[in-house]
C-alpha cells in the first residue's frame, strides 16, 4: 500500500513560518487532489489546503494569503509553505491524496505545528 511520510513540523514564534513535506513511499497513479488537514485539540479535522485535478486550489478562509500548497511529481512529495503563523494554527497537520481507480483515500501519519505567542 502507498504510505505517505509528513516533516517539517515544530515550534515558532507567531508571525514565523514553516515548510511541511509530504513524501509518497512509492507511484501513485491517477491522482485525483491532494491536500493537508489539521486537527486541534478537542477539534474536528478540518481541511486547510487541496489541490484538485492537479490545477485548482482550495484553501480555508483562515489560511488564505498566508499558506501555499504545492506538488513535486518527480519526488512525489507535497508541500504546504506556512507564512505568518498564528497561535490558532496549532495542530497535528495530515496529507492527504486521492488516487486510484476506483478512488481510494491516503493518509498520513500526522506531523506537529505548534505556534507560541
Known amino acids: 500500500q502507498v504510505q505517505l511520510v509528513e516533516s517539517g513540523g515544530g515550534l515558532v514564534q507567531a508571525g514565523g513560518s514553516l515548510r511541511l513535506s509530504c513524501a509518497a513511499s512509492?507511484?501513485?497513479?491517477?491522482?485525483?487532489?491532494v491536500g493537508w488537514y489539521r486537527q486541534a485539540p478537542g477539534k474536528e479535522r478540518e481541511l486547510v489546503a487541496r489541490?484538485?485535478?492537479?490545477?485548482?486550489?482550495n484553501y480555508a478562509d483562515s489560511v488564505k494569503g498566508r499558506f501555499t500548497i504545492s506538488r513535486d511529481n518527480v519526488k512525489n512529495t507535497v508541500y504546504l509553505q506556512m507564512n505568518s503563523l498564528k497561535p490558532e494554527d496549532t495542530a497535528v497537520y495530515y496529507c492527504?491524496?486521492?488516487?486510484?481507480?476506483?478512488?481510494?483515500?491516503?493518509w498520513g501519519q500526522g506531523t506537529q505545528v505548534t505556534v507560541s505567542s
Open positions: 512509492g507511484s501513485i497513479f491517477r491522482i485525483n487532489a
Open positions: 492527504n491524496v486521492i488516487a486510484g481507480l476506483p478512488l481510494r483515500i491516503y
Open positions: 489541490i484538485i485535478s492537479g490545477s485548482t486550489t
